[in-house]
Nanobody
């Protein structure tokens, strides 16, 4: 499985960005695609995830109401719409795939995701 992430950039506080992640290669019937982020000096943290076939979602408390994760019609890609961005959202954002998730579960544990894309930088200026 290969993941291609795109859409990072520089934005002022209060602005918006959309990240996209496309998966190619063989996956399971209902993989979960997640977004994580890592700021300098901090651990990688879960941001949002979605079941590509069932559509179930999960968000970190810090982004609820501001970020929206969605999937494409082919169930091979996920977008992360980020609104009302804050300087503390600045980080390298990574997409990842959990190919064999537990039923109805979107996990936020990084080690449960088997495949990772390259990071994309998001910088929010104050």
């Amino acid at each position: 499985v290969q993941l291609q992430a795109s859409g990072g950039g520089l934005v002022h506080a209060g602005g918006s960005l959309t990240l996209s992640c496309a998966a190619s290669g063989r996956t399971s019937s209902n993989p979960v695609m997640g977004w994580f982020r890592q700021a300098p000096g901090k651990e990688r943290e879960f941001v949002a995830g979605i079941r590509l076939s069932g559509g179930g979602t999960r968000y970190a408390d810090s982004v609820k109401g501001r970020f929206t994760i969605s999937r494409d019609n082919a169930n091979t890609a996920a977008n992360l719409q980020m609104n009302s961005l804050k300087p503390e959202d600045t980080a390298v954002y990574y997409c990842a795939v959990d190919v064999n998730p537990a039923p109805r579960i979107v996990t936020g544990v990084p080690t449960m995701y088997e495949y990772w894309g390259q990071g994309t930088q998001v910088t929010v200026s104050s």
